[in-house]
């Protein structure tokens, strides 16, 4: 029996060997054996590496509309180099050519070589030609999957390694002009960078720690396709939760309003990428009368390994600062949602309620006028976004630009003073975080998210 069920797999890979040649498979393939799993002892929570990867980002980054409009758009701008632009900026979208986005055979077939070298960023990572796929387990069971899919699983300690994220979230483009010409190159994004700068490496926090959560607890990795355990496996740990959430609310919620099959299930991405926005800061408010004037004191904490907002430069924060008295009446406000946010430039102190703290990255071109497309742009005119805890940077690439001067813009946090009109009488504070995913002047301009507050009374004045 063992004699004929070896010379049905050999058939199997065989057949599979004559196959187109391709270093990746759908996503499907893979869900043959990673998609029915549970949290142990709670069957009404999937834990399913399949079904997690298929609400992300990572699953519709080559579809997401967002992504598209910019791509048309930087095509429109630098249209004699249309070409070049769809090779860079598909390079990390669209890798396996199809739209699948990134799919598990991107991410688990990447080599460790070169990973974390500049070589290694915008998508220089390097696919294994052996069929191999890397995964965190010392001496995996190898027979179900080179039976079902002709790849044979490995360990890769790599795979938990922030710079196997690094290779995409590390983003050089070149700096064009209005013929095409590429003149050097710029850092359009760099949270792995970022991530380097930080205390996390230190502590032994990656990318994965946060966005790829561990599920604390051991469990199978995959099931027979009928359904339950490979009889010589065990449950195991680690085991990534799959969930691969970052910043973008916006995305999938505009993929849902036009894709009714995905609604629930891109309404959950929404869901999570929000709560991952929400525990992404603190807010801290105190205030006391200082002659005829309040001064007020908002803290800014950032709890995440990067700067605050991160990625793509066209994501931003801001405050929203209201103050009413006793009778409800507002005595101040700023940076109130109601309307487009201006680009402003960054502010230690606020004094009147047309300024605003936005927390943002503002592009130039080479003449130094503001660039919406990243394929124009050669320097930050403006970089205030919040610096991770430990920041240690010495490279000009990754600093803050427009901060000088302000003692309280500190790694980790920053502390910004609004004097304001004094009253005699109580007043209550109230102090919320707006995030953009987009904002204006962008291909697509988005809603903002509350994703913070916090309040405050300052008692009447004693007469």
Same mark, same amino acid.
């Given at each position: 029996?063992?004699?004929?069920?070896?010379?049905?797999?050999?058939?199997?890979?065989?057949?599979?060997?004559?196959?187109?040649?391709?270093?990746?498979?759908?996503?499907?393939?893979?869900?043959?054996?990673?998609?029915?799993?549970?949290?142990?002892?709670?069957?009404?929570?999937?834990?399913?590496?399949?079904?997690?990867?298929?609400?992300?980002?990572?699953?519709?980054?080559?579809?997401?509309?967002?992504?598209?409009?910019?791509?048309?758009?930087?095509?429109?701008?630098?249209?004699?180099?249309?070409?070049? @632009?769809?090779?860079?900026?598909?390079?990390?979208?669209?890798?396996?050519?199809?739209?699948?986005?990134?799919?598990?055979?991107? &991410?688990?077939?990447?080599?460790?070589?070169?990973?974390?070298?500049?070589?290694?960023?915008?998508?220089?990572?390097?696919?294994?030609?052996?069929?191999?796929?890397?995964?965190?387990?010392?001496?995996?069971?190898?027979?179900?999957?080179?039976?079902?899919?002709?790849? $044979?699983?490995?360990?890769?300690?790599?795979?938990?390694?922030?710079?196997?994220?690094?290779?995409?979230?590390?983003?050089?483009?070149?700096?064009?002009?209005?013929?095409?010409?590429?003149?050097?190159?710029?850092?359009?994004?760099?949270?792995?960078?970022?991530?380097?700068?930080?205390?996390?490496?230190?502590?032994?926090?990656?990318?994965?720690? &946060?966005?790829?959560?561990?599920?604390?607890?051991?469990?199978?990795?995959?099931?027979?396709?009928?359904?339950?355990?490979?009889?010589?496996?065990?449950?195991?740990?680690?085991?990534?939760?799959?969930?691969?959430?970052?910043?973008?609310?916006?995305?999938?919620?505009?993929?849902?309003? $036009?894709?009714?099959?995905?609604?629930?299930?891109?309404?959950?991405?929404?869901?999570?990428?929000?709560?991952?926005?929400?525990?992404?800061?603190?807010?801290?408010?105190?205030?006391?009368?200082?002659?005829?004037?309040?001064?007020?004191?908002?803290?800014?904490?950032?709890?995440?390994?990067?700067?605050?907002?991160?990625?793509?430069?066209?994501?931003?924060?801001?405050?929203?600062?209201?103050?009413?008295?006793?009778?409800?009446?507002?005595?101040?406000?700023?940076?109130?949602?109601?309307?487009?946010?201006?680009?402003?430039?960054?502010?230690?102190?606020?004094?009147?309620?047309?300024?605003?703290?936005?927390?943002?990255?503002?592009?130039?071109?080479?003449?130094?006028?503001?660039?919406?497309?990243?394929?124009?742009?050669?320097?930050?005119?403006?970089?205030?976004?919040?610096?991770?805890?430990?920041?240690?940077?010495?490279?000009?690439?990754?600093?803050? @630009?427009?901060?000088?001067?302000?003692?309280?813009?500190?790694?980790?946090?920053?502390?910004?003073?609004?004097?304001?009109?004094?009253?005699?009488?109580?007043?209550?504070?109230?102090?919320?975080?707006?995030?953009?995913?987009?904002?204006?002047?962008?291909?697509?301009?988005?809603?903002?998210?509350?994703?913070?507050?916090?309040?405050?009374?300052?008692?009447?004045?004693?007469?």
């Amino acid at each position: 029996m063992m004699r004929l069920i070896c010379l049905w797999v050999a058939l199997l890979l065989s057949l599979r060997a004559q196959g187109p040649p391709t270093p990746f498979l759908p996503a499907e393939q893979c869900a043959t054996c990673h998609s029915l799993l549970f949290a142990p002892g709670v069957e009404s929570r999937s834990i399913a590496p399949y079904g997690l990867w298929s609400a992300s980002m990572m699953a519709h980054s080559a579809v997401d509309p967002i992504w598209k409009a910019q791509v048309r758009f930087e095509g429109e701008t630098n249209p004699r180099a249309k070409a070049l @632009v769809e090779k860079k900026c598909r390079s990390c979208h669209a890798p396996m050519g199809t739209d699948e986005g990134v799919s598990c055979t991107v &991410c688990h077939k990447i080599e460790a070589t070169g990973l974390g070298t500049p070589a290694s960023f915008t998508a220089g990572f390097r696919i294994n030609t052996k069929d191999l796929i890397y995964g965190p387990h010392k001496d995996p069971f190898t027979m179900p999957m080179r039976m079902h899919t002709g790849m $044979t699983p490995s360990f890769g300690r790599h795979i938990l390694e922030s710079s196997l994220c690094g290779s995409c979230h590390t983003v050089i483009t070149p700096v064009l002009d209005e013929q095409g010409n590429a003149h050097g190159e710029f850092l359009e994004q760099a949270p792995y960078l970022e991530w380097l700068a930080s205390a996390f490496p230190g502590e032994g926090k990656t990318c994965q720690s &946060c966005h790829l959560p561990q599920l604390g607890e051991a469990s199978y990795i995959a099931h027979r396709p009928p359904g339950g355990p490979f009889p010589p496996t065990s449950p195991r740990l680690p085991f990534g939760l799959h969930t691969l959430i970052g910043g973008n609310y916006l995305a999938p919620a505009l993929m849902g309003e $036009t894709n009714p099959g995905e609604r629930d299930m891109l309404a959950r991405t929404t869901a999570r990428a929000l709560d991952s926005l929400r525990s992404a800061l603190d807010l801290s408010l105190s205030a006391r009368r200082t002659g005829n004037r309040i001064r007020v004191q908002v803290g800014v904490e950032n709890r995440t390994g990067h700067k605050l907002p991160t990625g793509f430069p066209g994501r931003r924060l801001w405050l929203h600062l209201r103050v009413t008295g006793s009778s409800g009446a507002v005595l101040f406000e700023s940076g109130a949602p109601t309307g487009p946010i201006p680009d402003e430039p960054h502010h230690n102190v606020i004094e009147s309620a047309d300024q605003t703290i936005v927390y943002e990255a503002s592009l130039l071109d080479r003449n130094g006028q503001p660039a919406f497309s990243v394929m124009r742009a050669a320097r930050y005119g403006k970089d205030n976004r919040i610096l991770p805890r430990g920041w240690k940077s010495g490279s000009a690439a990754i600093a803050p @630009v427009g901060t000088t001067g302000d003692a309280n813009f500190l790694p980790g946090s920053d502390l910004v003073d609004y004097l304001i009109p004094g009253s005699t009488g109580e007043c209550k504070l109230e102090v919320e975080a707006y995030y953009q995913a987009m904002k204006p002047g962008y291909a697509i301009t988005g809603p903002a998210a509350r994703i913070g507050s916090a309040t405050y009374t300052l008692a009447a004045q004693s007469p």
